[in-house]
């Protein structure tokens, strides 16, 4: 690396006690291979011993949601007095270029606490009995009570604000959860935990509340499906492994975010030079790792030249190289097999008669930011999810067939439309099956309060704290009754 960073040789936590595991795996810095630093392997045991942990913890635990709200308000603290030290090692881990980086940490400490205030709004409602003959002097309200224990499961491209999306709405709620961060990115997780383990001890709280196992995802996953203890599960990954979780999870409560092939429209009366700034960053942020990457653009073929243009110019003023380096933009993909899927898709894309704008080179994981036009739906960079910098541009002649063309895939995560017609806004926001349609931005913006979360193969359940918190969480209706001497 460019920079120096201190080995980071962690272990996990398990009941309250940071133990090591007979197996040991180390983590590589994308760019250039070198070693950030190691964690353990953990066991079949191991893992249940967690979940047990964090079930005993749950059935011990009477904090109060002001003390829920301290818990989560304590482990921002301390992590906005490290968020240099935890963006630098982010960058390390996952290779996301170091204003990245900060942003993400910054916008963790704002879920944390965020969650903590809405530790404090678990509002049931009076439901009026007498609304139905016979129960005019029958009483009844409902409240919101915690699920017990929440396993969460965050893969690597955003290592630190997703495991604070499950894990803080989780703990807001009541719960005790066990974090199980991807194999390639779990240092920053683990950082994270021993935050919420300080958080924890100086509130008294039981040990096991918080636990965090890092390893195989087939041995600590499948730990999660078959346990009893295990009431709600909440996974950002492929749409593959959320599949199998929902067919294996039985009656557990799930939260799957999934893959996305996402749709931004520009259209005859956009602001072409924005459009084409907007879409070539939510295209390219993360070098394209992020689910709800503009993966496809769909425009109205009189301005097609017009914005490739532009997109070009964008495109072209990205710095690609060292992500410590203060002017990058983008940077490395994370390993050797997402670089050869998005070579893979890049090539056939070409043969399939679409031309290179601008970019085109790689070299190992390095990719360079990508605009391809003459793309039509069938082709690979259009058909697949491809999760890296590719800008594929598709021209239609109309609105209607950009409609359908945005429907045009098996996912429905995120979109995005550019244009200054509300009728024609209206019309592409009832129409395209996605969880979230964007006006005059692109398919990547998510703010960390509102609901997200996608339809068809993007996944089910909504993330965002609110929304979190009632998926974990469940509603008890307490009805009173007259009594004998009534």
Same mark, same amino acid.
């Given at each position: ?16 006690? %940071? ?7 180390? +983590? ?36 109060? #949601? *002001? ?54 709004? =678990?509002?049931?409602? &009076?439901? /009026? ?16 009570? /915690? ?11 955003? /290592?630190?604000?997703? =495991?604070?999306?499950? +894990? ?26 021993? *935050? ?6 100086? !509130? ?36 593959? +492994?959320?599949? &199998? ?14 893959? $996305? ?5 520009? %259209? ?14 939510? #295209? ?23 914005? +490739? ?11 690609? $190289? ?10 490395? !993909?994370?390993?050797?097999? #997402? ?22 080179? *790689? ?15 069938? =082709? /690979? ?34 979109? $995005? ?17 996605? $969880? ?10 998510? #703010? ?18 609110? &929304? ?19």
């Amino acid at each position: 690396m460019s920079v120096e960073i201190e080995l980071h040789d962690e272990r996990i936590l398990i009941d309250g006690e %940071w133990v090591d595991a007979d197996e040991r795996t180390d +983590v590589l810095h994308p760019y250039d291979g070198d070693k950030v630093g190691s964690v353990p392997v953990a066991s079949t045991e191991q893992a249940e011993a967690a979940v047990q942990a964090a079930h005993r913890a749950v059935e011990a635990s009477d904090l109060s #949601a *002001y003390q829920r709200y301290e818990l989560l308000y304590r482990t921002a603290e301390l992590l906005e007095e490290e968020a240099e030290a935890m963006a630098r090692l982010m960058t390390a881990e996952q290779g996301k270029p170091i204003t990245e980086s900060r942003g993400e940490v910054d916008r963790a400490i704002q879920t944390l606490r965020l969650s903590g205030e809405e530790a404090k709004r =678990m509002f049931g409602e &009076y439901v /009026p009995m007498d609304a139905q003959k016979g129960f005019a002097r029958t009483h009844a309200f409902t409240q919101r009570e /915690p699920l017990g224990v929440v396993a969460a499961i965050t893969p690597f491209n955003f /290592p630190l604000n997703l =495991m604070v999306h499950k +894990v803080a709405p989780a703990l807001a709620a009541g719960n005790a959860v066990v974090g199980k961060p991807a194999s390639n990115t779990p240092l920053v997780s683990i950082k994270l935990f021993q *935050y919420l383990d300080q958080a924890a001890t100086e !509130l008294d709280a039981p040990d096991g509340l918080v636990n965090v196992v890092t390893g195989k995802g087939s041995t600590i996953g499948d730990v999660f499906l078959d346990s009893d203890e295990v009431e709600a599960i909440s996974f950002t990954g492929s749409t593959g +492994v959320g599949k &199998y979780i929902a067919n294996n999870s039985g009656m557990k409560e799930l939260t799957l975010e999934l893959g $996305g092939n996402d749709p931004t429209i520009v %259209w005859d009366d956009a602001d072409i030079d924005s459009a084409a700034a907007q879409v070539v960053g939510g #295209a390219c942020s993360n070098a394209g790792q992020v689910c709800n990457s503009v993966e496809r653009v769909i425009v109205h073929d009189s301005i097609e030249e017009e914005l +490739v243009d532009a997109m070009v110019e964008h495109t072209e003023a990205l710095t690609f $190289g060292d992500p410590f380096d203060e002017e990058t933009s983008i940077s490395a !993909l994370i390993d050797d097999g #997402a670089a050869e899927k998005v070579k893979r898709i890049f090539e056939e894309t070409v043969e399939a008669g679409a031309t290179v704008e601008c970019g085109g080179e *790689y070299d190992g994981r390095h990719f360079e930011p990508t605009v391809l036009s003459g793309v039509t739906p069938e =082709m /690979p960079a259009a058909s697949e999810e491809v999760f890296g910098p590719l800008v594929p541009v598709i021209s239609v002649s109309d609105f209607e067939e950009a409609l359908e063309e945005a429907n045009n895939t098996e996912y429905g995560l995120e979109a $995005g439309i550019f244009t200054q017609d509300i009728d024609r806004a209206k019309r592409a926001a009832d129409r395209i099956d996605a $969880g979230g349609v964007n006006v005059n931005t692109v398919s990547g913006f998510r #703010a960390d309060h509102m609901p997200y979360g996608g339809f068809k193969d993007s996944g089910m359940g909504k993330e965002g704290i609110k &929304y979190a918190l009632d998926h974990f969480s469940r509603e008890k209706l307490v009805g009173f009754h007259s009594g004998k001497n009534a």
